[in-house]
């Protein structure tokens, strides 16, 4: 009877415990071998539809559509296969059609020639019916997941390349994985778009949010043209936007060429057509045909360039294409203050120069002009895979999603897990306490770093009315941006351009004081000219430009330097009499040498400071 009340207490102890965990540990297997409904839609509750075709979302997937809207695969070896799970046509409020009828096909990038298909999609012939079929094919998951025995859900093209897929008369799947084989092996991050289209349709339709009920819970990668690899995870974010697109991009929604303005969010606006630039994968994407890019560097001028009458540029370097912004502290107190500070971006791109001179107009944040004897902080900022993602019509983030970078591991700085925005031109309130000018960022681990819940769907839901909707996020397109690689850097004291008049201010009556300068500038000398007392003392330009004069006289010298923008610059230097230290020599000589005992003798005695 104990051994037996034994076997019954393990056996609940291993249906308790154990196979909890073993089913759990099954399922990340499976999820490790699919790239789909798995990755957007993490749990069974989770239910993120293909949108397919919608010109407001980008005529995503659908024939001869924009490049940026194609489902991509790549295979990298003859032996690669394809292996396809689809589900019937689904309705726009989540439930399958009943017979949800559609066509798919294959075409080769290079060509656009037609490889695989079209074939048809239904009821009949769906081969993922459950969101636990979307484990992956099973034919490389020991049998778990969604069957690819008929040859229509296996693309296998015997050749290298790169594929997109197209979805003919159809709006909406509900189910769908893309995953690639080698023999039984997946091979993962091979599937991408440079925008996909989503809708997350209804949980349960009621007041106050209505259709915008459910949330997006998915992980995307990011991948950059300078090759940087950020994981963003939506996971618990509250994102909720029903139909939305996933694109993301290095200069933001604008169009005007001005980074600072192209980064702004936009009020009732869409964003533009060719906005998606960034290759964004459902897992991170294979190191071997997406390589990782190279950490750089960035140094700065000690100094600032004259380039007119009160306006000046700052030299600044980088090793790698990216982004540099450079805080002007004006007070030096470590943070932007708008009111006083000023704030310098340019974006270094491949195939242009690597250096710039970061242009300002000598204005501070008030619109005062600053002193060009000033000292100043540059706080800098250097960053690499620069990412923006702007949504439209995105009517809740509650909580705040957050990103973490993956490949190339630059350096440990936690600033590239901050998120920025700017959404000073958009009227309404975010609704969380958040403030409109995010450019100092936030850490986006820390709950509620970028957040907006200000929506009103003005119904009882019985009837939406898109037109009628309002809040923050409604009709406005939000930006987000963030960095996969930063280097944060501060110069203290940084002069912005003077000369100095390098000297002793002491002087001896009668003796000569040598006086040279010092020109803080990125510029070069052009011309100089010495004054003194009595005139001009020391003048010339080019290789005779005079480096040091001999001070002379009790007075005041003043030095003016032209720089090479015709910009000029003047100090002044006051030499103050001061008593002279001696040192005298006595030189005693005798007049008559051999004079004749009892005679005077005559001596003549020189006295000679050394001091002189």
């Given amino acids: 009877m104990k051994h037996k009340s034994y076997s019954l207490s393990m056996t609940s102890f291993l249906l308790k415990h154990v196979l909890p965990v073993f089913l759990v540990l099954l399922a990340y297997v499976a999820t490790l071998k699919a790239e789909g409904t798995y990755q957007v839609a993490p749990t069974a509750n989770d239910l993120v539809m293909l949108l397919i075709g919608d010109s407001n979302y980008g005529n995503f997937a659908t024939p001869n559509g924009p490049e940026a809207s194609r489902i991509y695969v790549r295979l990298n070896a003859p032996?690669?296969?394809?292996?396809?799970?689809?589900?019937?046509?689904?309705?726009?409020?989540?439930?399958?059609?009943?017979?949800?009828?559609?066509?798919?096909?294959?075409?080769?990038?290079?060509?656009?020639?037609?490889?695989h298909g079209p074939f048809s999609v239904n009821s009949f012939v769906e081969n993922l019916a459950s969101w636990e079929d979307a484990a992956g094919p099973a034919v490389l998951n020991n049998g778990v997941g969604y069957s690819?025995?008929?040859?229509?859900?296996?693309?296998?093209?015997?050749?290298?390349?790169?594929?997109?897929?197209?979805?003919?008369?159809?709006?909406?799947?509900?189910?769908?994985?893309?995953?690639?084989?080698?023999?039984?092996?997946?091979?993962?991050?091979?599937?991408?778009?440079?925008?996909?289209?989503?809708?997350?349709?209804?949980?349960?339709?009621?007041?106050?949010?209505?259709?915008?009920?459910?949330?997006?819970?998915?992980?995307?990668?990011?991948?950059?043209s300078d090759g940087f690899v950020s994981k963003i995870d939506f996971d618990g974010s509250g994102f909720q936007g029903l139909s939305f697109t996933m694109a993301f991009n290095s200069k933001g929604p604008g169009q005007t060429g001005n980074i600072e303005q192209d980064r702004m969010s936009l009020p009732n606006a869409n964003i533009s057509a060719d906005f998606a630039e960034h290759l964004i994968f459902l897992a991170e994407p294979d190191?071997?045909?997406?390589?990782?890019?190279?950490?750089?560097?960035?140094?700065?001028?000690?100094y600032f360039s004259c380039t007119g009458v009160g306006t000046y540029c700052l030299d600044v370097s980088v090793t790698r294409s990216?982004?540099?912004?450079?805080?002007?502290?004006?007070?030096?107190?470590?943070?932007?203050?708008?009111?006083?500070?000023?704030?310098?971006?340019?974006?270094?791109?491949?195939?242009?120069?690597?250096?710039?001179?970061?242009?300002?107009?000598?204005?501070?944040?008030?619109?005062?002009?600053?002193?060009?004897?000033?000292?100043?902080?540059?706080?800098?900022?250097?960053?690499?895979?620069?990412?923006?993602?702007?949504?439209?019509?995105?009517?809740?983030?509650?909580?705040?999603f957050c990103v973490e970078s993956?490949?190339?591991?630059?350096?440990?700085?936690?600033?590239?897990?901050?998120?920025?925005?700017?959404?000073?031109?958009?009227?309404?309130?975010?609704?969380?306490?958040?403030?409109?000018?995010?450019?100092?960022?936030?850490?986006?681990?820390?709950?509620?770093?970028?957040?907006w819940n200000n929506f009103s769907p003005n119904t009882d839901c019985s009837q939406v009315d898109d037109a009628l909707t309002t809040g923050y996020g409604d009709k406005n397109t939000l930006n987000t941006w963030w960095f996969a690689n930063t280097v944060s850097q501060t110069y203290a004291n940084v002069p912005l351009i003077e000369v100095n008049i390098q000297g002793e201010t002491a002087w001896c009556e009668g003796g000569l004081t040598p006086l040279t300068f010092l020109f803080t500038s990125s510029g070069l000398v052009d011309s100089v000219v010495w004054q003194g007392p009595s005139g001009i003392v020391a003048?010339?330009?080019?290789?005779?430009?005079?480096?040091?004069?001999?001070?002379?006289?009790?007075?005041?010298?003043?030095?003016?330097?032209?720089?090479?923008?015709?910009?000029?610059?003047?100090?002044?230097?006051?030499?103050?009499?001061?008593?002279?230290?001696?040192?005298?020599?006595?030189?005693?000589?005798?007049?008559?040498?051999?004079?004749?005992?009892?005679?005077?003798?005559?001596?003549?005695?020189?006295?000679?400071?050394?001091?002189?």
Wanted: hydrophobic share 35%; aromatic share 10%.
């Fill in 322 to 400: 990216g982004l540099v912004e450079i805080v002007l502290d004006i007070n030096q107190n470590g943070t932007f203050e708008a009111a006083i500070d000023r704030r310098l971006v340019h974006s270094f791109v491949d195939g242009q120069p690597l250096s710039a001179c970061l242009a300002w107009d000598g204005l501070l944040g008030d619109g005062s002009t600053i002193d060009p004897g000033s000292s100043l902080d540059l706080l800098v900022r250097y960053s690499q895979g620069v990412q923006h993602w702007a949504v439209f019509d995105g009517e809740f983030l509650k909580n705040g």
């Fill in 539 to 612: 003048s010339g330009g080019g290789a005779t430009i005079p480096t040091e004069i001999q001070a002379n006289q009790l007075s005041t010298y003043t030095i003016f330097v032209w720089d090479d923008a015709g910009c000029v610059y003047s100090d002044t230097h006051t030499l103050v009499l001061t008593s002279c230290p001696t040192d005298l020599e006595l030189d005693i000589v005798a007049l008559n040498p051999s004079p004749v005992l009892g005679t005077l003798v005559t001596y003549e005695v020189l006295v000679t400071n050394q001091a002189q």
């Fill in 148 to 224: 690819t025995d008929d040859a229509r859900y296996r693309f296998a093209p015997g050749e290298a390349g790169l594929y997109y897929i197209e979805f003919i008369n159809c709006d909406f799947i509900g189910l769908w994985d893309f995953t690639v084989g080698l023999g039984d092996q997946p091979v993962t991050g091979r599937v991408y778009s440079k925008s996909w289209a989503f809708r997350t349709p209804s949980l349960a339709n009621t007041a106050p949010e209505c259709v915008w009920d459910r949330e997006f819970n998915g992980e995307l990668y990011s991948y950059t």
């Fill in 79 to 115: 032996e690669e296969t394809l292996y396809i799970g689809l589900s019937r046509e689904y309705l726009q409020n989540g439930s399958p059609a009943s017979t949800g009828a559609y066509s798919f096909q294959i075409k080769r990038a290079s060509d656009n020639a037609i490889v």
């Fill in 287 to 302: 190191p071997i045909l997406f390589p990782s890019g190279v950490c750089g560097s960035v140094a700065v001028a000690p």
């Fill in 406 to 451: 993956v490949r190339p591991v630059c350096n440990l700085d936690a600033s590239s897990n901050f998120l920025f925005w700017d959404d000073r031109n958009i009227t309404d309130e975010p609704g969380t306490g958040q403030p409109k000018d995010g450019r100092s960022g936030c850490d986006c681990s820390v709950n509620g770093c970028r957040t």
